[in-house]
């Protein structure tokens, strides 16, 4: 067998690679080439590392040849692909880029047999849709859902609410943002542990029960106030402002942002807006934007740790349980998303 030696500093920046590398195939070479260089005899790489000798002696020879890229797989040998590499393009076009209504096919979507279809028209390309299916995985692509994303809007007047906002909360204490969730008896479904082969019971209630709440964060302290209700209107947020103005009875001027719901924005929450003599201040978010609510994070935390495979038996259980974990949380440390940071960027 040829020796190999290293020196020093490739010693171990060749152990250093080792632990990082996440293939076996190629971890494995590389412990081969570390334990030859200290100078383990074949027969002990072999039982140390259960690999045949075989194994031992290709991948020494081959390192003394290439060095480190005896490390990594070779190129594969074996008939020529059907799909060159024009052809990988045009599919990662059509997929990415494209839609099959644009080529006249009455489809909204790709799929492998139309994908055949429109690659024999436009190259008379001869492929099955195992080939297609094949090549689309080696591109990387998988058959997934896609994610539904709101409209875009005017970016400028979304810049001007957020920043209005960011003004809000450095000037004032007593800032806040608010939302609402809701509840159900009915609970959410959600991964948990469990025996192979064998499914938990999730007990559901016979008639579904649901209660409303809403919440104010206070940006200053990370406080967090709510009240509930069985629906999500008006009422709801009239008292959410009536326990806001009792909590901070010694603030002349509570600022809230809130969402564009119609709940915020009927006619009895602006009388009660201006009844208040300009002691409350409400500021709309930009719409479908829950990113720019710090309060969503609150709800995903209830819904991950409360909501979802409950066993409460009716709903003011399940409340009390809310509850008692918004308590145990408090105070929250609220964070501005990616919106805001953005407003402190320098444009490009």
């Not at 070479?29 to 039982?47: E, F, K, N, W």
């Not at 649901?210 to 999500?232: C, D, M, Q, Y």
């Not at 720019?292 to 909501?307: D, F, K, R, T, Y």
């Not at 409950?310 to 964070?335: N, T």
Request: net charge positive; charged share 30%; proline share 6%.
């Amino acid at each position: 067998m040829q020796s190999i030696t290293l020196l020093s500093e490739e010693h171990k920046e060749l152990i250093r690679l080792m632990k990082r590398e996440r293939k076996p195939s190629h971890r494995l070479r590389m412990h081969i080439v570390v334990l030859a260089s200290d100078g383990y005899s074949p027969t002990q790489i072999s039982r140390v590392l259960f690999c045949s000798r075989t194994t031992v002696y290709a991948i020494i020879h081959r390192f003394c040849r290439e060095g480190r890229a005896a490390f990594y797989d070779r190129k594969r040998r074996g008939p020529r692909a059907l799909l060159d590499e024009s052809a990988q393009k045009r599919i990662e076009t059509l997929v990415e880029e494209d839609s099959p209504t644009e080529h006249g096919w009455l489809r909204s979507r790709w799929s492998c047999s139309v994908l055949v279809l429109q690659l024999f028209g436009e190259r008379a390309l001869l492929l099955s849709r195992e080939t297609v299916r094949r090549t689309l995985h080696r591109l990387d692509f998988r058959w997934r859902r896609p994610r539904p994303v709101p409209p875009s809007k005017d970016p400028e007047q979304k810049r001007e609410r957020l920043q209005q906002i960011l003004k809000m909360l450095r000037e004032h204490k007593a800032s806040f943002f608010q939302d609402e969730t809701k509840l159900e008896t009915n609970p959410r479904v959600g991964f948990a542990w469990m025996r192979k082969g064998k499914q938990r019971r999730l007990p559901t209630p016979g008639t579904n029960r649901k209660v409303w709440i809403s919440g104010a964060l206070n940006f200053s302290t990370g406080r967090f106030h709510w009240v509930s209700g069985p629906r999500k209107n008006d009422e709801l947020f009239l008292k959410l402002l009536q326990e806001l103005r009792r909590i901070y009875r010694c603030h002349r001027s509570l600022h809230l942002a809130i969402d564009n719901d119609r709940s915020h924005t009927s006619g009895r929450v602006e009388e009660y807006v201006k009844a208040s003599g300009g002691r409350l201040r409400l500021y709309a978010l930009p719409a479908w934007s829950p990113q720019s609510n710090p309060v969503e994070l609150i709800w995903w935390g209830v819904h991950e740790a409360v909501s979802r495979n409950h066993g409460c038996k009716d709903l003011s259980e399940l409340v009390d349980f809310a509850e008692r974990y918004l308590e145990a949380g408090q105070p929250f440390h609220p964070k501005l998303g990616v919106d805001y940071e953005q407003l402190e960027r320098s444009p490009p």
